[in-house]
């Protein structure tokens, strides 16, 4: 069963840094790509990053662009967002995600594998 899991969230400091995991297992993942995406309490899921397996080009949303970075392992099939200077805003539970997206990969409707979701919580 293909299945993807997250690990790393948790309290942090404003300005801090975090480290997410994520890791495929269950299938060849070659031709997908891996999202993070985020929710807040009362808000929408939104976007944060994606990368492909396949060249590791990579896109951001514009409210974590030079703070945020989205990596992956291959051989260990594990993809990781390194969060650095963390606010507030970034207070959310963070959800893991693998797909065979079009050229963006925004939507989380494009990903059909989807984690559980770890809680990154940023205190001011």
């Known amino acids: 069963q293909a299945q993807v899991l997250e690990s790393g969230g948790g309290l942090v400091q404003a300005g801090g840094s975090l480290r997410l995991s994520c890791t495929a297992s269950?299938?060849?993942?070659?031709?997908?790509?891996m999202g993070w995406f985020r929710q807040a309490p009362g808000e929408e899921r939104e976007f944060v990053a994606r990368?492909?397996?396949?060249?590791?080009?990579?896109y951001y949303a514009d409210s974590v662009k030079g703070r945020f970075t989205i990596s992956r392992h291959n051989t260990q099939n594990t993809v990781y967002l390194q969060m650095n200077n963390l606010k507030p805003e970034d207070t959310a539970v963070y959800y893991c995600a693998a797909g065979r997206i079009g050229r963006l990969g925004i939507s989380f409707s494009e990903y059909d594998y989807r984690g559980q979701g770890t809680q990154v919580t940023v205190s001011s």
């Open positions: 990368i492909r397996w396949s060249d590791g080009s990579t």
């Open positions: 269950g299938r060849t993942f070659l031709n997908y790509a």
